[in-house]
């Protein structure tokens, strides 16, 4: 049974600084929000923080250790103080990650709690393939993250690599990122319009090679060649921000696509995600599920990204257009002109993403998921089966 207000579940969960922003901020200050009184949450941040508009300097391998050193204890210091009933730690297959987070699995390990529930993020296939491919990496990896209660993961292929490196299936379930529904309530009742004869194709994320902006601005630039009316707008900083600026500008583009850079107010990002048609985001980053793109499902556009990731799953069968990865602009331009050219599929794109991110990505709904996760680690009885009631929701 749940836990009363008046004697809740104590629950540590530990993440990279909020102010960072990424997906694990948005997941982690949204689940905060939405979990219920029957949960006492002890939030702790580990890692670096991020020097937005500094150069980036690359710590030296003693203040990374004693990073290291701060960290675990700080982890093990609220573990006892708290007597925290419940870990939820949120690391990504990425190296760094996992040697942070592999010693204090360790240590829980070797105090025999194992109310632990590991919610991976990033995912690199190459590590993936590197664990796997070397017996004493996936010992080791079994041995610091195999035993842990439960583990979730953004991808069906995720779950099967965890399979493969000895991890049980029946403490593996699915997961999701979620989005702020009532962010998205804003200018909902008003329809869709377009704001010129353009369709509008909204990128909003990071501004990095490994993103696809290059590609994509090409795409558009071929669009335009072709007399379309075709208009994109890129919100989002990052370290390529300035080079695709000035590619768009070399391309005479700049009337066709605008930069905005980062969109902190949510209004002006609901209001972006409700006068595009088309959410684009051409990644070949090692991606988990991105939140833009929850966000873009539920203000109901429709998508063309490539097979990354959770990405192919969430979108399922009817949400968008998937590309092969890495993406050329060629195929990005084919995927943009199909859905200039057929309105009828567009719309019916945007309608099943709604309703699909609604029911399923939406914080409460997730929220709620959670919660019956962490009420069956508590209970030292967590199967993935049993929380199928609450995960199982209608396919759009």
């Given at each position: 049974?749940?836990?009363?207000?008046?004697?809740?579940?104590?629950?540590?969960?530990?993440?990279?600084?909020?102010?960072?922003g990424g997906?694990?901020?948005?997941?982690?200050?949204?689940?905060?929000?939405?979990?219920?009184?029957?949960?006492?949450?002890?939030?702790?941040?580990?890692?670096?923080?991020?020097?937005?508009?500094?150069?980036?300097?690359?710590?030296?391998?003693?203040?990374?250790i004693?990073?290291?050193?701060q960290?675990?204890?700080?982890?093990?210091?609220?573990?006892?103080?708290?007597?925290c009933?419940?870990?939820?730690?949120?690391?990504?297959?990425?190296?760094?990650?996992?040697?942070?987070?592999?010693?204090?699995?360790?240590?829980?390990r070797?105090?025999?709690?194992?109310?632990?529930?590991?919610?991976?993020?990033?995912?690199?296939?190459?590590?993936?393939?590197?664990?796997?491919?070397?017996?004493?990496?996936t010992?080791?990896?079994?041995?610091?993250?195999?035993?842990?209660?439960?583990?979730?993961?953004?991808?069906?292929?995720?779950r099967?690599?965890?399979?493969?490196?000895?991890?049980?299936?029946?403490?593996?379930?699915?997961g999701?990122?979620?989005?702020?529904?009532?962010?998205?309530?804003?200018?909902?009742?008003?329809?869709r319009?377009?704001?010129?004869?353009?369709?509008?194709v909204?990128?909003m994320?990071?501004?990095?090679?490994?993103?696809?902006v290059?590609?994509?601005?090409?795409a558009?630039?071929?669009?335009?060649?072709?007399?379309?009316?075709?208009?994109?707008?890129?919100?989002?900083?990052?370290?390529a921000?300035?080079?695709?600026?000035?590619?768009?500008?070399?391309?005479?583009?700049s009337?066709?696509?605008s930069?905005?850079?980062?969109?902190?107010?949510?209004?002006?990002?609901?209001?972006?995600?409700?006068?595009?048609?088309?959410?684009?985001?051409?990644?070949?980053?090692?991606e988990?599920?991105?939140?833009?793109?929850?966000?873009?499902?539920?203000a109901?556009?429709?998508?063309?990204?490539t097979?990354v990731?959770?990405i192919?799953?969430?979108?399922?069968?009817?949400?968008?257009?998937?590309?092969?990865?890495?993406v050329?602009?060629?195929?990005?331009t084919?995927?943009?002109?199909?859905?200039?050219?057929?309105?009828?599929?567009?719309?019916?794109?945007?309608?099943?993403?709604?309703?699909?991110a609604?029911?399923?990505?939406?914080?409460?709904?997730?929220?709620?998921?959670?919660?019956?996760?962490?009420?069956?680690?508590?209970?030292?009885?967590?199967?993935?089966?049993?929380?199928?009631?609450?995960?199982?929701?209608?396919?759009?």
């Amino acid at each position: 049974m749940p836990r009363s207000a008046a004697n809740p579940t104590q629950v540590m969960l530990v993440t990279s600084p909020l102010a960072n922003g990424g997906g694990v901020a948005v997941f982690s200050e949204l689940l905060l929000s939405k979990l219920s009184g029957g949960f006492d949450v002890h939030h702790v941040e580990v890692g670096a923080r991020n020097t937005f508009g500094a150069t980036p300097v690359r710590p030296g391998a003693s203040r990374t250790i004693a990073r290291l050193v701060q960290d675990f204890f700080k982890l093990v210091y609220t573990h006892h103080r708290h007597k925290c009933q419940v870990v939820h730690i949120n690391p990504s297959l990425q190296t760094k990650s996992l040697l942070r987070d592999g010693f204090f699995l360790l240590y829980l390990r070797l105090i025999g709690f194992r109310r632990v529930v590991v919610f991976y993020r990033g995912w690199s296939p190459q590590l993936a393939d590197r664990i796997l491919s070397n017996p004493r990496l996936t010992r080791l990896f079994r041995l610091a993250f195999g035993w842990v209660a439960c583990s979730i993961v953004l991808s069906g292929t995720f779950r099967d690599r965890l399979e493969e490196m000895g991890l049980g299936r029946s403490n593996i379930v699915l997961g999701s990122t979620m989005f702020d529904g009532s962010v998205l309530e804003t200018g909902q009742s008003q329809a869709r319009q377009q704001k010129t004869q353009a369709m509008e194709v909204l990128f909003m994320s990071r501004v990095e090679r490994n993103k696809g902006v290059f590609e994509l601005i090409d795409a558009i630039g071929a669009l335009i060649a072709e007399n379309r009316a075709v208009h994109l707008t890129v919100a989002g900083d990052g370290t390529a921000l300035s080079d695709a600026k000035e590619y768009a500008q070399k391309k005479h583009l700049s009337e066709h696509i605008s930069f905005l850079g980062y969109v902190r107010s949510p209004s002006e990002k609901a209001e972006l995600m409700h006068s595009a048609q088309v959410f684009c985001l051409p990644t070949s980053h090692d991606e988990g599920l991105p939140v833009s793109l929850m966000e873009a499902m539920g203000a109901g556009l429709a998508v063309i990204s490539t097979r990354v990731g959770g990405i192919p799953e969430a979108l399922g069968e009817h949400g968008g257009l998937l590309l092969s990865n890495p993406v050329d602009a060629a195929h990005l331009t084919s995927a943009i002109r199909t859905l200039l050219d057929d309105p009828a599929s567009r719309e019916s794109m945007q309608t099943n993403n709604r309703k699909r991110a609604w029911q399923r990505y939406e914080a409460t709904a997730v929220a709620k998921r959670i919660e019956a996760i962490y009420q069956a680690v508590a209970r030292d009885d967590f199967h993935s089966e049993a929380i199928e009631s609450v995960e199982a929701l209608p396919q759009a």
